[in-house]
């Protein structure tokens, strides 16, 4: 893969997918909200002679052509598009009954609405030349019903079911829905604050099981 555009790439595990990506030679983009940590974790990988580049965006909000655009005159058409960036909405984490209308909004817009607007926007060129690959982080939110994980879960189990309808509706591209596992993340950690990292998986070590998998030729869901 030559280029590739990660959302959610300032931190964690998106950060490290962008850094096992470069090394192997593919010029990233890196799309997150905060523009302090992304210009970090941009030069971070440019201090290694890697081909990086930084996006600041709000993918719940951005509009996907312009965003799409802005990548493609960094690094050229995409063949990698992987959809990292999420939410887990309000913490600590809520009842559904407790959970209003606007947080729902907030967390179906950056974990699934965001992952339908710019696949939409990338699969066309995509189709046209018959080849590109489109990753979605999971959870296993998305299949088990924990409770107070309502939002975060609805919204995962849409995104799986998402890439499934995407891919019978375009099989010439390959569309794979990785869930990651518990890792050691800030995300993790807002939403269960007395988990002990020392048994939670690193998000490199979890990038380099993806990035098999990318190599192996995996689609359709499966577990990292």
């Not at 965006?57 to 052509?65: H, K």
């Not at 590109?132 to 088990?144: K, N, P, Q, R, Y």
Request: zero cysteines; a neutral charge; charged letters at 20%.
């Amino acid at each position: 893969m030559n280029t590739a555009l990660i959302t959610g790439a300032s931190q964690g595990l998106g950060r490290e997918l962008a850094r096992g990506l470069a090394r192997r030679g593919t010029k990233v983009v890196l799309v997150a909200r905060g523009r302090a940590a992304l210009t970090e974790a941009v030069d971070e990988l440019r201090s290694e002679g890697l081909q990086a580049h930084g996006i600041t965006a709000d993918v719940g909000q951005v509009d996907p052509a312009r965003l799409l655009g802005q990548a493609a005159a960094l690094v050229g058409s995409l063949d990698l598009l992987v959809h990292n960036a999420s939410t887990l909405g309000p913490t600590p984490l809520r009842t559904l009954l407790d959970t209003d209308e606007e947080a729902l909004q907030r967390v179906l817009d950056v974990n699934l609405l965001a992952p339908f607007r710019l696949t939409r926007a990338a699969a066309g060129a995509m189709a046209l030349r018959g080849a590109g690959t489109v990753l979605f982080v999971s959870s296993d939110a998305a299949i088990e019903a924990y409770p107070t994980w309502g939002a975060y879960s609805v919204s995962k189990a849409a995104a799986d079911h998402l890439a499934r309808v995407w891919a019978e509706e375009l099989p010439a591209l390959r569309f794979l829905a990785v869930d990651p596992g518990e890792m050691d993340t800030a995300m993790h950690a807002a939403a269960l604050p007395d988990a002990d990292p020392a048994r939670l998986a690193r998000p490199r070590d979890v990038a380099a099981r993806i990035l098999t998998l990318l190599d192996s030729g995996a689609r359709g869901r499966v577990a990292a």
